[in-house]
Structure formats: C-alpha cells, structure tokens
C-alpha cells in the first residue's frame, strides 16, 4: 500500500491520473493537492469525493508548511509531481509565475522528500519521486530526427526554460543526495478535462460555438500526439519498473502538423452533428466547420516540431501507447460534447479574459 502524493492532481493530465490510480492501484492511498488555480477544478474529480483512499488538500507546493504538514502527517512515501504552469503563452505573457511554480516548487517537493526519507534510508526503501516534464525542454527539431533521452536540452520559452530547470534539480537531487527520483518528459496529451486553452480543446469547444479557429503562423508546426490515459498508463509503469535517476520519454509515435489536427476536429465534429438531429440543433451553423479557420500572427519563440524517441520505455519497460490518434479524438470530442456543462462553466471565467488578449490582438494574416 503506497501512500502517494499527487501534486496538480486536479488538472488535466493529473486528474486523469488519479482516476486511473483508483482503477488500477485500490490499495494506495491518493492525496492530491492543487492550488485550484485557472486550469485545477475540483469538477475533475467528481465521483471521488466519497473515495476513502482518495484526499483532496487545497494548497501550493511553494508552501513549504503545507507539505511539511502533510509529509509528516500522511508518511508520504511516493511523490508524482504534476504541479506546474503549463502553459506557452502565458510564459509568454508573465513568465514569473512559471519560474515560481515549475522551479522554486519542485525545490521545495525534493527538500520535504530528502529530509524525510534520506533520513532513516531503511523506511525510505522503495520510494520514488516522479517528476512529470515535457519534450519542450528540448528545443526545436528540423524536419528529421528525434527527441532521446540523451538530447541536450535547449528550451525557446519561459514555460521551457522552468521546466528544464526543474528537471536539473531533480537529477541533481538523485546525484547530490541519492534521493530516489525519476524523471518521464511527454509529448502534447490531449483528452478529457483538457483546460480549453490548449489546442485541441480550442478546437473542439470553437468548432462546436461557431467562433473563429485560431491558428499560428501557417500551421505547419509539428507535434507528437499522446492520448492522456495512454500518459497515465505510462507514468503508472514508470512508478513501477522505472530504474532510478532515470530519464523516461512518453511519446505516442504520432506526429501530425498543427493545420492537420484543425482540419480532423472540424470533419469529425461535423460528422458526429449530422448524425445527430439533436446536437446538431444545440451547435447549429449551417455551413462545414472548416470556415471557421482563422490564420493569426505566429506567437514568439514558436518551436517548429517536436518528435520523440520513445523506444526506452517500450523496450525496458513494456509500455506501448494503445489509441490511435483518429480514435482518441473521436473519443475527445465525444467527452466534450457529453460534458458541456463542465467545459461552459470553465469558459465563463478567467479563460475568457486571458482568451481575448492572447487572440484578441493578434491581425488575421
């Protein structure tokens, strides 16, 4: 029974997580703590309210009390770490935040793990400290190549830049101080409760409303695409057969050009309406998606494509991405459509402020 802590765990990528833990892991006990920042919202994890094994804490990772307090009191021995701003345009727009949260945050997760579990080395046997980074630590790849485990890091953002310096923090915490660490660096997830600020969920929430599909540049920007519980299955196995101090890459071998995911949700979201008298009468528009596309000005410091090499992890460990990206954004799609009330109640907030002046400036090309 490990008694795991979840940092970020009502977000995207972190609430998927927990919901798969509970499936998976019954046994464990879960806390998770968010900040309930913008894209943290407790309606992530409804249902599990009543879960016994699963505590929700409201709190910032940058409180060095709070989880000192919840080190102690929960005899914390296992830590995967989501908490971050994650966000490229908002780094953009205050990078502050990112270096306050993705740096001076993670440093104060390893310093509540070392001084607890390094200081009886035979209590602390077989805790792991699962730091969650991205591919964009990398830089930019040309037309050809991979992202490994071995690429130097070149990060081109804010958002990049913190998340690479807490990478550096966390191997050097397993090289300084022999805490037991693991670092996973994953390509673009895409999925249910995806704060609709990202691009597939713009998309999707965009196309259905009728508004403008904003996209960069000429939208040939690549990405390798992995569908979130694909990422949790991942992280799952990481947790479990991942060897210490080790770097992991999650990819889903999936690379498409931004305009080509854009053209996919307009085709499918017309398709799923015009099999539907019903929803097609809540989304009317009258003409195909499509011509909602709207080319904007190109944001600064925009990566041209990203690709990872994800065959460590496969070949090590046995992990595989199983969906498919055509049935992963049916599925997505599907989720939204089902869930409108949750994404509604998201967009009526802060994300319309931030919406209008992220797009709001930006000439059509």
């Known amino acids: 029974m490990r008694k795991m802590l979840v940092t970020g765990g009502a977000g995207f990528i972190g609430s998927n997580f927990v919901r798969h833990m509970r499936g998976a892991h019954p046994s464990d006990r879960v806390i998770v703590l968010d900040s309930l920042t913008y894209a943290g919202n407790l309606e992530n994890l409804k249902g599990l309210e009543k879960d016994s094994g699963c505590l929700f804490i409201k709190g910032d990772i940058c409180d060095q009390v709070l989880l000192d307090g919840i080190f102690d009191k929960e005899a914390v021995d296992t830590v995967v770490n989501f908490a971050a701003e994650s966000h490229v345009d908002r780094s953009i727009l205050g990078p502050r935040a990112f270096v306050e949260t993705n740096v001076l945050g993670t440093l104060t997760l390893l310093e509540c793990a070392r001084k607890r579990w390094l200081s009886n080395a035979a209590k602390a046997k077989g805790n792991v400290f699962l730091h969650v980074s991205t591919d964009e630590v990398y830089g930019s790849l040309g037309p050809a190549g991979y992202f490994t485990e071995e690429t130097p890091y070149q990060p081109n953002s804010p958002y990049a830049a913190s998340k690479a310096s807490s990478d550096h923090l966390v191997r050097a915490y397993f090289h300084t101080y022999g805490l037991p660490v693991v670092t996973t660096n994953c390509s673009n997830n895409y999925g249910p409760y995806q704060f609709p600020e990202k691009l ?46 080790e770097t992991y890459n999650i990819g889903g071998r999936c690379e498409k050009r931004n305009i080509e995911i854009v053209n996919l949700v307009c085709a499918t979201v017309d398709e799923l309406l015009n099999a539907d008298k019903t929803l097609a009468a809540l989304y009317p528009l009258g003409k195909s998606r499509k011509e909602l596309i709207t080319f904007v000005k190109d944001r600064p410091g925009h990566d041209r494509r990203y690709a990872i090499d994800c065959g460590k992890i496969e070949t090590e460990l046995g992990w595989r991405a199983l969906t498919a990206f055509d049935d992963g954004i049916r599925k997505t799609i599907k989720w939204y459509l089902s869930n409108e009330g949750w994404w509604k109640r998201v967009i009526s907030g802060e994300y319309t402020k931030y919406y209008e002046v992220q797009y709001g400036n930006r000439a059509n090309r």
């Open 200 to 245: 597939i969920p713009l998309m999707i929430i965009n196309a259905l409303t009728g508004k403008p599909l904003p996209v960069y540049g000429d939208g040939l920007n690549v990405r390798d695409w992995l569908y979130v519980e694909d990422h949790c299955r991942a992280i799952d196995v990481v947790l479990e057969k991942g060897r210490l101090g």
